[in-house]
C-alpha cells in the first residue's frame, strides 16, 4: 500500500512540476509576445514597415490571438500598398475581437 502512495504522489509531484513550467513558458511567451508587438509599432512610427512585419510574424508564429498583432500588420501592410493582405488580417482581427470598432472602420478605408 506503502508503494502505491509514493507512487501515486509521485505523479502528483510530477503532474505539479509540469504544469507550473507550462504556466512559466506560456507566461514568458506572452511578455515576447508584447515585447515584439511594441518593438513593431515603433518601427511602424520610423515608417520600417517590412522589419515591423517580421516582428509581428515572430509574434504571430507564438501567439495567433491577439488581435492588435494582426491590426498592426494590416497597418502595416497597407503602408506598402499591400491591401489583400492587410484586408486578411483586419478581417481575422474582426474575428478576434469583434466589439473593437476601430477595426471595422480600418477595414472600410481599404476599399
Not at 510574424?57 to 507564438?62: F, G, P, Y
Request: glycine share 0%; aromatic share 14%.
Amino acid at each position: 500500500m506503502q508503494s502505491f502512495f509514493f507512487l501515486s504522489m509521485k505523479k502528483i509531484a510530477s503532474i505539479f512540476i509540469f504544469s507550473f513550467a507550462a504556466l512559466f513558458l506560456n507566461a514568458q511567451s506572452k511578455i515576447r509576445v508584447h515585447e515584439l508587438n511594441d518593438e513593431a509599432e515603433l518601427l511602424i512610427a520610423k515608417k520600417e514597415y517590412i522589419e515591423a512585419i517580421e516582428l509581428l510574424e515572430k509574434a504571430l508564429s507564438i501567439d495567433t490571438t491577439l488581435y492588435r498583432l494582426y491590426k498592426n500588420r494590416a497597418n502595416a501592410y497597407t503602408k506598402i500598398d499591400n491591401d489583400s493582405l492587410a484586408k486578411f488580417d483586419l478581417d481575422k482581427a474582426i474575428l478576434l475581437a469583434p466589439n473593437e470598432y476601430d477595426l471595422y472602420y480600418l477595414r472600410g478605408r481599404i476599399f
